[in-house]
């Protein structure tokens, strides 16, 4: 009998750390490994945020070292004409900037980190068909593409959230079932700022 195969989908799991707090991305590895169960995969430093990733195998990446430029693509794009398409996406972006996104048809979620223009970019497709959950915990944000990777341990239940799912089988609007857990908006340019991610 041959070897069995597990599909993993492509997810990814990203906590941004202000540098107000954290100098280093090592003195903030440390939280990101006992919050989120792993080391991470990735990280950066950009002037306002130190970012510790931890990603799928699945899921795409395209780096540009000369420009400083990080595109982790979630999902697919349907209107590429390459065959990698984080490298497509990384190319449209710098050519055009965040406007890129308004020609991009598909079912993802893409997030762009830009050191040299200090930019943290979350950009969903028109119908959020690859949701990606955001929250303020423990004093860093976090983003990601599965409630189960998202830290909820000591979060408390979001009571609105709950009521919706017990009367109608799904939650309304961006709520989860965790008080603070939001669902980032369809067809948005989210911008990480020291507030949060706003669009």
């Known amino acids: 009998m041959g070897k069995q195969h597990t599909y993993t989908p492509s997810c990814f799991l990203a906590m941004f750390c202000s540098r107000k707090r954290f100098s280093s991305s090592e003195t ?47 999902g697919e794009v349907y209107n590429n004409t390459e065959d990698d398409q984080s490298q497509f996406l990384k190319k449209q972006y710098l050519k055009r900037g965040e406007s890129f996104s308004r020609d991009i048809n598909g079912s993802f979620a893409i997030l762009v980190i830009d050191k040299r223009n200090d930019v943290i970019l979350l950009i969903t497709d028109r119908v959020n068909s690859r949701k990606v959950f955001s929250s303020n915990y423990k004093g860093n944000y976090w983003l990601s593409t599965s409630l189960n990777l998202h830290p909820t341990t000591d979060v408390d239940l979001d009571i609105v959230g709950v009521a919706s799912y017990l009367a109608n089988g799904v939650i309304n609007n961006d709520r989860t079932l965790f008080d603070g857990v939001r669902i980032l908006e369809r067809a948005n340019i989210h911008k990480l700022t020291e507030e949060g991610f706003c669009h």
């Open 28 to 74: 903030s590895r440390g939280e990101f490994v006992q919050i989120g169960k792993a080391k991470p995969d990735m990280s950066f430093a950009t002037e306002s945020f130190v970012i510790h990733l931890l990603l799928s195998p699945l899921t795409r990446v395209a780096a540009d070292q000369e420009n400083q430029v990080t595109l982790i693509l979630h």
